[in-house]
């Protein structure tokens, strides 16, 4: 198996550009989730899926970003308007279970200018 | 409010010595609580710990959970310069999971 994988792996884009991210998890993984890294924070849990459904977005910071994931293969994370505050390293990860083993893409590392 | 808490920050020791990385937790509903090693990419697994006092063994590094006093500890013994990383600890509690800030191991040969 490939593992779960994320693109672009690195994007820059200027203050008030849409960005959109992307993620294939790990096939047979029902579980999808969306965080955010940076120095400060740590690693932040942005929102999960269970079987394409959204189940928890609490962790989205604001209206800005949105996710969804219209099949079991495919996932996008969208920052609209971006800013940069917003920049970081996204990671995507997969699971079989809720509170199981979590299998991380290799991260989208993004610089808002 | 839930939280996870590693210690130390930072650890620099020689390659060949033994090193106690530290997480507690205070948490409701606890499930289960992971470790994960991140070194210039994404965090990978380690260990997943549920039951009190069960050691989870592999290679050098070993990891035990204490659920009455609420902490984990990962050992890694022998340490080899590759063992220089963040290493990440997650406790599982209801529908989310909570990353500690990390603890940044650096092994000088």
């Known amino acids: 198996d490939a593992g779960v994988i994320q693109s672009p792996r690195h994007e820059v884009t200027e203050m008030g550009q849409e960005v959109t991210l992307r993620c294939k998890p790990i096939?047979?993984?029902?579980?999808l989730f969306w965080y955010r890294q940076t120095m400060m924070r740590g690693l932040e849990l942005l929102i999960y899926f269970n079987n394409n459904v959204p189940i928890d977005d609490s962790g989205m910071p604001e209206d800005r970003f949105s996710a969804k994931m219209p099949n079991a293969s495919f996932s996008t994370l969208k920052i609209q308007p971006s800013e940069p505050r917003d920049s970081a390293v996204y990671f995507c990860a997969s699971s079989t279970d809720r509170v199981g083993t979590q299998y991380f893409g290799p991260g989208t590392r993004l610089l808002v200018l | 409010e839930d939280k996870v808490v590693q210690s130390p920050l930072s650890l620099v020791v020689h390659e060949g010595d033994t090193v106690t990385l530290n997480c507690s937790y205070e948490?409701?509903?606890?499930?289960?609580l992971l470790w994960y090693k991140q070194e210039k990419k994404a965090p990978t697994f380690l260990f997943m710990l549920t039951s009190s006092g069960i050691e989870k063994k592999s290679g050098r590094l070993s990891s035990i959970l204490d659920k009455k006093e609420l902490f984990s500890i990962l050992n890694i013994t022998a340490t080899q310069t590759g063992d220089s990383a963040i290493y990440l600890c997650a406790s599982y509690v209801d529908d989310k999971i909570i990353f500690g800030k990390g603890t940044r191991l650096h092994i000088l040969p």
């Open positions: 096939s047979g993984h029902d579980y």
């Open positions: 948490v409701t509903n606890f499930r289960s």
